[in-house]
């Protein structure tokens, strides 16, 4: 029995304890959702660093083990001929130079090179002094297309236009940071900058993966000193190594 004077308190605790009840219900939802996206975000950055790691170490594979720092190309020659190496790069970074507000690199870099650090291009490498291979990007700079065997004109910062013949398009994204790179011809390292102490050589050994970086390293002075190679210029990279599962 209720008197006139008293409150009837039933629906009032009634609908306490029912939003009680949904509040926890939410927050029993919500904290399986939190756990849930907490495990998922976890999973997702475990994964992406095993990812990269798994990409870095396949990259790694295809790289060198050994180089040689400038040496003459009558030594680099004499690599070509060793049982025990896979491939040989070749490697010369000429010079740089502000075209358009950008900077340009003018680099030599055979295929094996270009190859090593996952470089792709089509068409030909150059091999006279006037043939050159580029970036589509900065062709468009230019406002020159993609058509190979045209000659395009280089503007450089003395103020002198150069011509070369466009032999290949160099699949290399930089160009929106206002970096380009340039293939140049051997040809045109040789009539800049002679014959002697000029060139790297980086080595790809046979069976690399299974050897240890003293193995590789005791080669590589041996091998020099076989070609009378100084011993600043021999570098065995420990990187390759390291990374090496």
Known sequence: MTWPFENDTSGIVKRISNRSI??????????????????????????????????????????????????????????????????????????????????????????????????????????????????????????????????????????????FKLTGILDVKTGDIGRYTAIISKELVRQQYGDEGMIDYYIGLKGAQNMSEEEATNYANTLAQQLKISDDSVIVRSTYFNLNP
């Open 22 to 163: 949904s509040a926890n219900r939410k927050r029993n939802i919500f904290i399986v959702l939190t756990i849930a996206l907490a495990s998922a975000l976890l999973s997702a950055i475990v994964l992406y660093g095993f990812g990269v790691m798994q990409e870095t170490q396949n990259r790694n594979q295809k790289t060198a083990q050994i180089m040689y720092h400038a040496i003459s190309e009558g030594q680099g020659q004499e690599l070509y001929k060793q049982e025990e190496i896979a491939w040989v790069g070749e490697f010369f970074n000429a010079f740089s130079e502000q075209v358009n507000h950008s900077t340009v690199n003018f680099t030599y870099a055979n295929a094996d090179m270009l190859k090593s650090q996952s470089m792709p291009y089509s068409g030909d490498l150059p091999a006279s002094e006037n043939e050159i291979v580029v970036q589509e990007s900065f062709l468009d700079s230019l406002g020159y297309s993609n058509e190979l065997g045209q000659t395009i004109q280089i503007p450089f910062s003395d103020g002198t236009t150069h011509d």
